[in-house]
């Protein structure tokens, strides 16, 4: 996506999206007659998200505006602006599009990193595998340029094109969430990482199934035993301040699909099952960004990949694993694989870099979905100042977190009978808790927050700048909150 800046409309602006306060002094002057008019007709309110399109007729002006109303300077939030944006993108590619134009003043400037996200979310093609006329029309309805018209400074310039580099990387992110296993396996999941990180000069290794044997990587193992591609872990390393600083440890669950193994899923919680590695995913979409947005931090990302697949040598129920860490887990439940590729990607960190602490992001349970719906993300952890720099940069970003509890209940349900642990409680309740206990074995002494994403990664309840599918959910969140840290 290409962006031009200029000062003034012209008639080569064709089509242009004007938001504006209700105060209407970042209205240019030739229109403010026109919204007055609509107020006077009682169309027009002062309100947020109040919009209306207008065909100017003069020989040097655009030939179709909409303009977007953001109600009270005073009381505006960036969300609202980012929301604002997305939606008025979204209402003006219902109509051929490949060239947009914003009025953007100073006022609006300050909101940079909001609107270039918008923009690019907005922005978003899902129709990639449709052919014919739903692929031509999902072309044409895809914006190539952005013209900023205004008197906008290098700041605003600065946080727009963040922005937008940061809308794109989440849009790969929903691209490899949305594609079906039968495109993107473990193999290709890995490649895929190879690629960015080649491309951003990251160090980047990959473990096979040969190599994880010779680990004993043996719950990530267990996972893959019934598939026939077999496991991968991708180990990123972005060191900016070598020696420095000790790193961040950014994993990702990675399970391609899901069936649930032997415990298979029924009809309806197997479909959609190819979003199962949508924290894996948002772990890479911060690594596409970290070079590229200069963030001075020492990050590792580790990304545990397979599916959880049916065969006769399937991990089975009462089958005991001793994982990488030498902690022995008895299984209790085949489809509570996602903790156990985890456990084991945790361990590796631990045991293999100085780390000042680590952060999980996984599509884990569906009782955190019973919890918290679908536009909340369970935060758990054992550091409050960290999960209250989570929590900055979940209100800054939109991407919600809710802080949920560990008690001694939980760690207790997760101790096994046969075994150090059970990878499953039985009672039913609390399972995202119950969940998040069983992991905490595994940090030993660091810093940590685990972030189950299992409703916002793909949620049912669209906010303005998501589409049917997956949301991208975590990479602007995990993104800002290393932003934030000094």
Known sequence: ????????????????????????????????????????AGDYHGKYGENFIHFPDGPMEPNQILFFCFGDLNTILAKQVRNGIAQSVKSLRKKPITELSIVIDKKLGKYGQEIGEAIALANYKVAVYKTGEEQKNSDNNF????????????????????????GLAVNEVRDLVNAPNNIVNADFFAKKAEDICKENKIKITVFDKKQLEKMKMNTLLAVNQGSNIGAKLVVMEYLPLGKRQDPIALIGKGVTFDTGGLNIKPTNGINGMHMD?????????????????????NVIGILPLTDNCVDANSLKPNDIITSYSGKTIEIGNTDAEGRLILCDAISYAVKNYKLSSVIDLATLTGACIVALGDQMAGMFGNNAKMKDRMKNASLETDEEVWDMPIHEAHRKAMKGKFADLNNIDTSGMAGASTAAAFLENFVENHDWIHLDIAGPAMPKNCKDIDFVGASGFGVRLITRFLQNLK
């Open 1 to 40: 996506m290409k962006t031009h800046y200029q000062k003034v409309l012209t008639e080569k602006n064709q089509i242009t999206l004007i938001p504006f306060f209700n105060n209407l002094k970042n209205i240019p002057k030739l229109y403010r007659d026109f919204i007055k008019k609509r107020e006077k």
């Open 143 to 166: 914006i190539k340029k952005v013209n900023i018209v205004g008197d906008i400074d290098k700041v605003g310039k600065y946080d727009l094109e963040e922005g937008i580099k940061i």
């Open 277 to 297: 590695m949508g924290g894996a995913a948002a772990v890479l979409g911060v690594f596409m960004l970290l070079k590229e947005l200069e963030i001075k931090q």
